[in-house]
């Protein structure tokens, strides 16, 4: 099935739990300077997850199935001025 990862279309099994993905998308970020960080002071990357315009609740990663055409979105935080 076909969602959309940060507007980009990506192919899914039918009933893929939302945790299979995050854990994908973790993994294509682990390398990224800030998330490195990130994840040794807080033991977390610390991503975002937005479901059809709905922020997802950490506890919630594991219980959601995704649906044909679910526009998923990540950000990571971005420290600066």
Do not use: W
């Not at 939302?18 to 998330?35: G, N, Q, S, T, Y």
């Not at 959601?64 to 001025?81: K, N, S």
Request: proline residues 5%.
């Amino acid at each position: 099935m076909r969602i959309l990862v940060n507007g980009k279309p990506e192919e899914v099994e039918p009933g893929t739990r939302l945790r299979v993905l995050v854990d994908r998308l973790e993994a294509r970020v682990r390398d990224d300077p800030m998330i490195v960080a990130l994840i040794q002071k807080t033991g977390k990357s610390q991503l975002l997850f937005i479901l059809n315009g709905t922020v997802v609740r950490a506890e919630d990663i594991d219980r959601i199935a995704l649906r044909e055409g679910d526009d998923l979105r990540y950000v990571h935080p971005f420290f600066g001025g």
